[in-house]
């Protein structure tokens, strides 16, 4: 391990890649506590230390930004509007007939996906910015009621002028984000945006894990971190896991030529839909919070029977009823997303037309069902794994007193474990091509 390690070193072209990666994730960082225009830092410190910062979706917003939001920098936003886009355009896969023809146009298409891609990153930049700056000046940023009075005055000028420059100093962030994170795919070690992801919930973890040392002391911290091995090791069996259906290519003759007559298989895997049915629910959960919210009244009379039965149940994650409702979202939003990504009709088609088919199986629309019965029984397990992942954080908030971010579940582990895979096959990869021996043996 420690051998392969010093031959990246010793590589010129890995070496320059790296040391790119590794400078573009510090600058990153670094814009991430350079507070917005017009924004008091003293207050906004003021509020981080005497509050235990937002729940709900804007906890997630926070998280995916490496807490940047709550900061106010100019990084707020981090790269989330990136990754609603993103989501957007592969949804939009399946309404629009044009963009379904881009996906199978090839390289030439999906370089026009990424420009619409971006086009909607900067549209969503200027919406989630000026929300952001709305709720700050409202003093709601760190919830109603708070009590601090530093959290009623996050804003030094709350001019238009002044917010107008405040909105276009976040959305130019999000932009140079998206810039950096396409400069790391090109010159750096790859996956540019999945490594600035990486990063944002990296930095939460030193946080997190104090957080819990100080409130529960050394024996909880110590098992908490034997938990989070445990629970490492079991979501990198299951990411790693796939069920791989046979595929059989019959040969061919071409002029004097044969072609065909190999075996491969298709790789089905368990968890086909990564983190995405987790931040749905996540998104969807959070919108009875923020009806609420604004329908609580300000002058100190009772809200309505309505708006106490959402506080009471659908706002606090340790609720038995929260807890229940996002489980089964998930489920929900797991076959949902793996329905409109993998179209089993596509790759039978295709299959058809390079002579390939499943051995027992008829090739065309008998295959199309096959696959489609076999991903229908792989995604039931991976739902119910995403669903418990997704609850460990909500139940170390019941237990051991931790926040939304317990480092060691939900869309935090599961991204980290993630990129770090797939980073390491790169670096694997680029490995056996100058040297013939990877990174892990």
């Not at 796939?242 to 491969?264: C, E, F, I, L």
């Not at 919070?289 to 106490?308: C, E, K, M, R, Y």
């Not at 926040?403 to 993630?418: E, K």
Request: proline content about 5%; some cysteine; glycine content about 8%.
């Amino acid at each position: 391990m420690f051998s392969a390690i010093a031959r990246i070193f010793r590589t010129p072209d890995l070496r320059r890649k790296i040391l790119f990666t590794i400078g573009i994730i510090a600058l990153y960082r670094f814009g991430a506590h350079i507070p917005a225009p017009f924004v008091s830092y003293p207050n906004v410190q003021l509020c981080l230390e005497q509050t235990a910062g937002t729940d709900g979706l804007m906890s997630l917003v926070n998280l995916f930004s490496g807490g940047a939001l709550l900061q106010l920098s100019i990084f707020a936003l981090g790269v989330m509007p990136y990754i609603t886009a993103s989501i957007i355009t592969q949804l939009l896969r399946v309404v629009i007939p044009h963009f379904e023809t881009l996906q199978k146009e090839g390289q030439a298409g999906q370089a026009k996906l990424t420009q619409y891609t971006r086009y909607l990153t900067i549209a969503l930049a200027l919406l989630q910015s000026t929300t952001l700056i709305t709720v700050a000046r409202t003093g709601q940023l760190f919830g109603a009621n708070t009590g601090v009075a530093a959290c009623d005055n996050l804003l030094t000028n709350d001019s238009v002028l002044s917010q107008a420059m405040m909105i276009l100093a976040l959305t130019a962030g999000t932009g140079l984000i998206m810039w950096m994170a396409e400069l790391v795919t090109e010159r750096g070690i790859g996956n540019g945006m999945s490594l600035l992801i990486f990063t944002s919930i990296a930095a939460s973890f030193p946080g997190a894990l104090g957080a819990i040392w100080a409130s529960n002391g050394f024996e909880i911290f110590a098992l908490v971190i034997l938990i989070g091995i445990v629970i490492i090791a079991l979501i990198v069996f299951v990411e790693q896991s796939q069920r791989r259906v046979p595929v059989q290519y019959a040969k061919r003759m071409v002029g004097r030529r044969t072609y065909g007559g190999t075996s491969t298989y298709i790789p089905i895997k368990v968890n086909m839909a990564g983190v995405i049915p987790v931040i749905f629910a996540s998104s969807l959960l959070y919108l009875p919070a923020l009806i609420s919210q604004f329908n609580t009244p300000t002058d100190g009379s009772a809200p309505a029977a309505w708006v106490v039965w959402i506080n009471d149940y659908l706002t606090t994650g340790d609720h038995p009823l929260y807890m229940a409702l996002y489980f089964l979202l998930i489920i929900g939003f797991t076959y949902f997303y793996v329905e409109i990504t993998f179209n089993p009709d596509d790759v039978a088609d295709n299959m058809k037309k390079y002579g390939g088919f499943v051995p027992g199986v008829r090739a065309g629309r008998p295959t199309a069902e096959y696959l489609r019965f076999v991903i229908s029984r792989i995604t039931f397990p991976g739902s119910i794994y995403l669903g418990l992942v997704a609850l460990i954080p909500l139940i170390a908030l019941s237990t051991v007193q931790a926040n939304q971010n317990f480092p060691f579940g939900g869309t935090s582990i599961l991204i980290m474990v993630g990129v770090g895979l797939e980073t390491v096959k790169q670096i694997d990869a680029q490995l056996q091509q100058r040297h013939y021996e990877g990174l892990l043996r």
